[in-house]
């Protein structure tokens, strides 16, 4: 049943629609313009603080730049004034899960797929799978994919994620399957190509490769499909003794990804120093006792390149270990508590 939030939410994106301010920031978005949408949309709430379509837009903005903190709370005021506002409890459901914080995200998206209006379910079902990966429960998530896909078979992104669930719980084959699928749906996705040539044991055909050079000279072909691209095909390439060829396109691929990192290393030398300087013998002597006495995790250390994920993965293999999520638990937990390492001091 609809309620005075519903009413405020449809009236903003109607209101939005017309706005050439939000319509000029919803463009900037679309080309990446990050500082002039931002400009813009603080002009607006300025004026307007209360129309939610622009403080969603503001959340999205925030969450490009990675500042989900931000982002998540822009969202929660968006549905603090208009509860029924279903694309901002999707957007925060996806910065949630950003946060690796899947628990709250599920909560979020199950409020949206139960809610009675007719709202598309495909990307909020789609990130719930996700979700439920990240906690585990990998046979729910199967099952969710599993119904997803039925009900809309021509999903290619939806097939590759469905594959990697497969390939994550030991069904290789049914995940080669899967993420053949979405070849099929859309050739130019360039993650898939990379997720098969990830597996390490997949050997592309020489149709393959031929599909994968077609596939680079797409025009308009995004950068990160382009990137994972040039990975796939260098390793096919590689498999093949073509070692100049292949290097070629692994150069080409870093080339994409060092223009999309935000790589500072002033910023990584002031962490280093700032580590060093905190955790000396005295600060560890002082927390002598402190924390979990179990002896079950067991952390491989090295410098990068050395073979510590080789060492993961052969240890994760054996039927009594479980290779877990470290990745990105250990990031999520140092920041909780505030600007790791200071606020450990």
Known sequence: MAGPGD?????????????????????????????????????HLKDDPFDVAAIRLLAEVAARIGRFRDSETLLRRALELAPGFGA?????ATVLYRQNRPVEAIAELDHLMGDDRDTDSLGPANLKAAALGRLGEFEEALGLYEAILKDAPNQPRVWMSYA???????????????????LDLNPHLGEVWWSLANLKTYRFSDADVAAMRRALEVPGLSDADRLHLDFALGKALEDRRDFAAAFSHYAAGNALRKASDRYD????????DQSIA??????????KGVGCEARDPVF????????????????????KVEGTQELPDMPFLARRGGRYPAHLA
Do not use: C, W
């Open 7 to 43: 009413d405020i939410s449809q009236r903003a994106v109607a209101a939005a629609l017309s706005n050439p301010r939000l319509v000029a920031a919803a463009l900037d978005l679309h080309d990446n313009r990050i500082p002039e949408a931002e400009q813009r949309l603080r002009a």
């Open 88 to 92: 901002a409890r999707a957007n925060l």
């Open 164 to 182: 990697h669930t497969l390939k994550t719980v030991g069904r290789s084959d049914d995940g080669i399957a899967a993420y053949r699928r979405a």
């Open 265 to 272: 290393p002033d910023a990584i030398t002031t962490f280093v």
């Open 278 to 287: 905190l955790f000396t013998p005295d600060f560890f002597a002082a927390r």
């Open 300 to 319: 491989i250390l090295g410098m990068p390149r050395a073979g510590s994920t080789l060492i993961e993965q052969i240890l994760s293999s054996h039927s």
